[in-house]
């Protein structure tokens, strides 16, 4: 993946992760069950953690 591609990739993963987030707070604030958003976000997390790592990898190349 080129830079600009991972650039773009962890700004369509922060741009769900807002989202679930948001959907979080509306379940919570109704007493729903947030497991499963829960889940996602921290596998959202793990996804951004590793678009991170590649981003440095092609910029310590550079």
Known sequence: MTKEELEYKMNEVKADYIRIQGDVEKLESVGRNT???QRNLEELEQ????????????DQDS
């Open 35 to 37: 497991e499963i958003q």
């Open 47 to 58: 996804e951004l953690s590793r678009l991170h790592k590649q981003l440095a990898a092609i």
